[in-house]
């Protein structure tokens, strides 16, 4: 029982963690998750290979071709502010018409090829794209859109350039 007390007052503390706004003086960014768009904070690579269940999807490389993709939230089991950092292309012979005729492309189109981690995962099943595990992990916790916009924090901008026809 003390360790679901535990365990409970965690999930509370990350979910508030989402909901405040930051310190001004963070660089924060958009991304993802499940369709809506995320906010958080970039606080740079650690010096670790892989950590915990929480995974960030790069479509091209970091912030490429669109914002990227997080598999879990604060208030979800999984969630830490520690993501293992995933890559996404092309798969070989596939170009993005192939993608755009897949069931596994977001709403948001052309703002995000990708906005959920189950759609990247079944378009890699379906051989659309390959994701590379380079090993590295980043600090971005996650926060809410007021936090991002607070006064002295700097936003990246949302502005990406056009998909090409593999990436």
């Known amino acids: 029982m003390k360790h679901k007390i535990v365990l409970i007052m965690m999930v509370v503390a990350m979910s508030l963690?989402?909901?405040?706004?930051?310190?001004?003086?963070?660089?924060?960014?958009?991304?993802?998750?499940?369709?809506?768009?995320i906010y958080y904070i970039l606080g740079g690579i650690e010096d670790v290979t892989q950590r915990g269940e929480n995974d960030l999807y790069l479509i091209g490389g970091d912030r490429a071709f669109q914002a990227n993709v997080a598999e879990f939230i604060p208030g979800e089991a999984g969630y830490s502010p520690h993501w293992n950092v995933n890559v996404v292309?092309?798969?070989?012979?596939?170009?993005?018409?192939?993608?755009?005729?897949?069931?596994?492309?977001?709403?948001?189109?052309?703002?995000?090829?990708?906005?959920?981690?189950?759609?990247i995962l079944d378009a890699?099943?379906?051989?659309?794209?390959?994701?590379?595990?380079?090993?590295?992990?980043?600090?971005?916790?996650?926060?809410?859109?007021k936090g991002a916009e607070a006064p002295g924090n700097t936003e990246l901008s949302e502005e990406f350039p056009p998909f090409p026809d593999a990436f």
């Open 124 to 145: 890699q099943a379906a051989g659309l794209i390959t994701i590379d595990h380079p090993g590295v992990v980043v600090l971005c916790p996650v926060i809410s859109k």
């Open 17 to 37: 963690l989402a909901v405040q706004p930051v310190a001004a003086g963070a660089t924060t960014a958009n991304g993802w998750y499940e369709g809506e768009e």
């Open 89 to 119: 292309h092309t798969a070989p012979g596939v170009t993005l018409a192939d993608i755009l005729a897949s069931p596994f492309v977001s709403a948001h189109y052309p703002e995000a090829l990708f906005d959920d981690v189950e759609d």
